[in-house]
């Protein structure tokens, strides 16, 4: 891996990785995903079902949502700076903190609703997932479309903010689900691949930055769904 110059990527030079280097990369980064979403999962629950909990989490929810904007960040900026413990470290602080907010927001909708978005998501993420690990065509070219049309969803989603827009809201979770979904090929390709281990010369480092995206790709999908579909109590 340490052959390639940064900047360059496998997929762009018509290099493959064989079938086990491509499961272990997938394998590392998956593991640390999942390991992320239990987090996730069981620090919802806990704040679901304790009244105190929730008054917190609503307390909080503004900080905690900035916080895990920073840390989102920083570990994309520093991940080149940082080694891989670390930011698996700082990837556990944000599951864990999503944690506390996504317990706050599935708490406004019924037990089923949730349960039915989460069934849904992992549906949706799943499919992707396997599409993007198969496929023998490049998705390398839906990097730039795909940033851009991420880039249009946050400012769409901070207009709604002030407009406070029903239909624009539903557009706008329309559009997120399609947007993530297709990340989830596009993140998958990329590390299966090996470009992430490529472009940061090591793969600890792309296995921790790879479970961020699709953990990021699965949260996304799972939370726009709930506001489509999802029952207020």
Do not use: C
Not at 95 to 123: D, E, H, K, R, W
Not at 156 to 178: K, R
């Amino acid at each position: 891996m340490n052959n390639y110059r940064i900047g360059d990527a496998p997929s762009q030079l018509g290099v493959r990785p064989d079938a086990r280097l491509s499961a272990t990369f997938l394998s590392q980064a998956f593991t640390w995903m999942f390991a992320g979403l239990l987090l996730t999962a069981a620090i919802t629950w806990v704040v679901q079902s304790n009244d105190r909990l929730i008054g917190v989490a609503r307390d909080l929810f503004l900080p905690a949502i900035l916080i895990e904007l920073a840390l989102v960040f920083g570990i994309g900026l520093l991940i080149n700076r940082i080694n891989a413990l670390v930011a698996l470290g700082l990837f556990f602080i944000y599951a864990a903190l999503n944690g506390l907010t996504i317990g706050l927001i599935a708490s406004a909708y019924t037990v089923p609703s949730v349960a039915t978005a989460f069934v849904s998501a992992a549906g949706m993420f799943g499919a992707a997932a396997i599409y993007g690990a198969v496929t023998k065509r490049s998705l390398a070219g839906m990097g730039g479309i795909l940033t851009m049309g991420l880039v249009g969803l946050i400012i769409a989603m901070v207009v709604n903010i002030f407009l406070a827009s029903g239909p624009l809201g539903f557009i706008i979770s329309i559009i997120g689900v399609v947007l993530f979904t297709a990340l989830t090929a596009y993140d998958v390709q990329r590390i299966s691949s090996g470009d992430l281990a490529a472009r940061l010369g090591s793969m600890e480092k792309a296995a921790v930055f790879g479970a961020l995206h699709l953990y990021l790709d699965f949260i996304n999908i799972f939370l726009f769904l709930l506001r489509i579909f999802g029952d207020r109590r």
